[in-house]
């Protein structure tokens, strides 16, 4: 019974591979190859900083490199974890800031986009236009009067100094726009007919159209914000509000530099967290920054 089964199988494993193969475009396959060979290659230094990771201190400069862990040691991450830098507050503090920033530009943009698309006032083109000159001000350029700022409000040395700043975010109004000026307008104006109110059009109509755009730039903004490295640099000087990116140079610095493995292991738990929401929805990024550039 098992046999017959087996080989009645098999008929159907072969015309399935057959089909697999027939609409499979043949003149792709160098394109998909020569992008399989990028991908092992932008691969290997996150392999490196794993198996660094997992060596042994007299190990770490070994040469010729290698790239997968010959043994799994886990003396570098629990030096990283008992060090005197309070690693595990950095990961909450850049945790913290993280998450409600993300919250925060999501909202803010969300309304900002919604002003800029359905709502008509006067200079709407040209105050949309002045937003967009922000994605091409370089974010260095304006620390010194970001830093007076905070420090006129007494907000130096604090989580809040790392997130104010970034709850104006030109690229994600922007996108949030594009998106929202290809949705139908006729649910919108129906509702305003009946009665309904700016807000309640944008919370219960506007707002659940936008999940696409929402799940890419909460991606984005929480990506950039727990890699931030220049505001915390300037900002920051307790490690109680510190966050990763400064604290791994303060991390390093006390090792030295010939405990590359307890550097490694640090930075590997760091990436850790990125590296599993960009695998998970790495799919909503490319939809939504595709969606900007076409109108319905």
């Known amino acids: 019974m098992r046999s017959q089964a087996t080989l009645s199988a098999r008929p159907n494993l072969t015309a399935r591979v057959y089909?697999?193969?027939r609409v499979l475009d043949w003149r792709n396959v160098p394109v998909m190859i020569l992008l399989g060979f990028g991908a092992v290659l932008m691969l290997l230094?996150?392999?490196?900083?794993?198996?660094?990771?997992?060596r042994p201190a007299n190990q770490?400069?070994?040469?010729?490199?290698s790239f997968f862990p010959t043994q799994f040691n886990l003396d570098?991450?629990?030096?990283?974890?008992?060090?005197?830098?309070?690693?595990?507050?950095?990961?909450?503090?850049?945790?913290?800031?993280?998450?409600?920033?993300?919250?925060?530009?999501?909202?803010?943009?969300?309304?900002?986009?919604?002003?800029?698309?359905?709502?008509?006032?006067?200079?709407?083109?040209?105050?949309?236009?002045?937003?967009?000159?922000g994605l091409m001000v370089p974010p260095a350029l304006?620390?010194?009067?970001?830093?007076?700022?905070?420090?006129?409000?007494?907000?130096?040395?604090?989580?809040?100094?790392?997130?104010?700043?970034?709850?104006?975010?030109?690229?994600?109004?922007?996108?949030?726009?594009?998106?929202?000026?290809g949705q139908p307008r006729e649910y919108e104006e129906a509702a305003?007919?009946?009665?309904?109110?700016?807000?309640?059009?944008?919370?219960?109509?506007?707002?659940?159209?936008?999940g696409p755009p929402i799940a890419a730039l909460s991606i984005i903004v929480f990506t950039s914000s727990w890699n931030n490295f220049l505001l915390p640099l300037i900002f920051v000087r307790s490690f109680d509000v510190m966050t990763l990116p400064v604290g791994l140079t303060a991390l390093s610095d006390s090792f030295g530099s010939l405990s590359l493995s307890v550097v490694m292991a640090s930075v590997t738990m760091c990436v850790l967290p990125l590296l599993v929401?960009?695998?998970?929805?790495?799919?909503?990024?490319?939809?939504?920054?595709?969606?900007?550039?076409?109108?319905?």
Do not use: C, H
């Not at 230094?45 to 997992?54: G, R, V």
């Not at 770490?60 to 490199?65: E, G, K, R, S, V």
């Not at 999501?106 to 002003?115: D, K, P, V, Y």
């Open 192 to 210: 305003f007919i009946d009665g309904a109110s700016y807000w309640t059009i944008f919370r219960r109509i506007s707002l659940p159209q936008m």
């Open 277 to 296: 929401v960009f695998l998970v929805a790495q799919r909503f990024i490319v939809e939504s920054i595709a969606s900007t550039g076409i109108k319905r």
């Open 60 to 65: 770490a400069y070994q040469l010729p490199p």
């Open 142 to 181: 304006i620390v010194i009067p970001l830093f007076f700022g905070m420090a006129a409000f007494g907000l130096l040395d604090s989580l809040w100094s790392l997130i104010l700043p970034a709850l104006a975010n030109p690229l994600a109004i922007f996108m949030m726009r594009q998106f929202m000026d």
């Open 45 to 54: 230094p996150f392999l490196w900083m794993f198996a660094a990771s997992m």
């Open 19 to 21: 089909s697999a193969l």
């Open 76 to 133: 570098s991450y629990r030096a990283a974890l008992e060090s005197p830098i309070p690693f595990l507050r950095m990961y909450l503090n850049s945790f913290i800031v993280a998450v409600v920033t993300t919250i925060g530009v999501i909202f803010t943009s969300a309304m900002a986009a919604f002003a800029f698309s359905r709502l008509r006032f006067p200079g709407t083109s040209a105050l949309f236009g002045l937003l967009l000159v």
